[in-house]
Structure formats: C-alpha cells, structure tokens
C-alpha cells in the first residue's frame, strides 16, 4: 500500500517541518517531546497467570528534558545520557493509526551509530497517542 504525504498527514499530526518539506525515503521522522529518567522501581512481565494479571510494578521517573515550542535549535535544552541509563522518551507528535494499518516505529541509524539502543514496539491498528 502506498500512503500519500496528505494521508500521512493525518496519521502523524504535527510532523516537524523537515518531513512536511522535504520527506524522505519510506517513514518520517518522530522528534524527542519529553525525556524521562527511569530512577527506580522495578517491572516485570504479567507470565504468571490469571493469579498475577493486572498485578505490575511500577517504576519512577523524573523529567530530564522538555522540547519548548519557538526556541531555535541551539538554544534547546540538552542532556548527556551515560551508560546504564535507561529513558522514556515521549514524542512531540502524536499518530492516529488507521484500523488496516501497522506502524513500525525503528530508530534511524545515526543513533546505533551513536552507541544508542532505542527499544521500540509497533503502533496497532487503530493506536492513537504520542
């Protein structure tokens, strides 16, 4: 299926101005909103049966970083992200994902090569959120 900018438009609502302009290659790109520090608590997966459903641990973060709209780039705030740590990350835009659509969020390849590890999951069908 090919999916026109205009249709795309209305998937990802406030795409930044680099994919409205000029788009690249087959996705587009998904910009840091808000960085979370995970400091502690723990999780774990719910395999334990009905007994354990609904049952998870939480953890605690703290904001380390917040995009501020009209700032230009070099006065956005900046964070060093040492080894070990392990961040949300919440994005400036938001996707309304059709029902007979599967998004497949990936990290480009300028973070791998960074040394960064971005852990990522798909958009469901009909997913709307940041």
């Given at each position: 299926?090919?999916?026109?900018?205009?249709?795309v438009?209305?998937?990802?609502?406030?795409?930044?101005?680099?994919?409205?302009?000029?788009?690249?290659?087959?996705g587009?790109?998904?910009?840091?909103?808000?960085?979370?520090?995970?400091?502690?608590?723990?999780?774990?997966?719910?395999?334990?049966?009905?007994?354990?459903?609904?049952?998870?641990?939480?953890?605690?973060?703290?904001?380390?970083?917040?995009?501020?709209?009209?700032g230009?780039?070099?006065?956005?705030?900046?964070?060093?992200?040492?080894?070990?740590?392990?961040?949300?990350?919440?994005?400036i835009?938001?996707?309304?994902?059709?029902?007979?659509?599967l998004a497949?969020?990936?990290?480009?390849?300028s973070?791998?090569?960074?040394?960064?590890?971005?852990?990522?999951?798909v958009?469901?069908?009909?997913?709307?959120?940041?």
């Amino acid at each position: 299926m090919v999916i026109s900018l205009g249709e795309v438009r209305g998937i990802v609502k406030n795409l930044g101005e680099r994919d409205t302009q000029n788009p690249e290659g087959a996705g587009v790109d998904l910009r840091i909103g808000e960085v979370h520090k995970i400091t502690g608590g723990e999780a774990f997966i719910e395999s334990d049966g009905a007994e354990g459903q609904g049952l998870r641990s939480g953890f605690e973060t703290e904001v380390v970083m917040t995009y501020t709209e009209n700032g230009d780039s070099k006065n956005q705030p900046r964070f060093v992200i040492k080894p070990g740590d392990y961040y949300l990350v919440k994005t400036i835009e938001t996707v309304s994902i059709p029902l007979n659509v599967l998004a497949d969020f990936r990290a480009r390849s300028s973070l791998f090569r960074a040394g960064l590890n971005l852990l990522t999951t798909v958009g469901s069908p009909g997913y709307q959120g940041v």
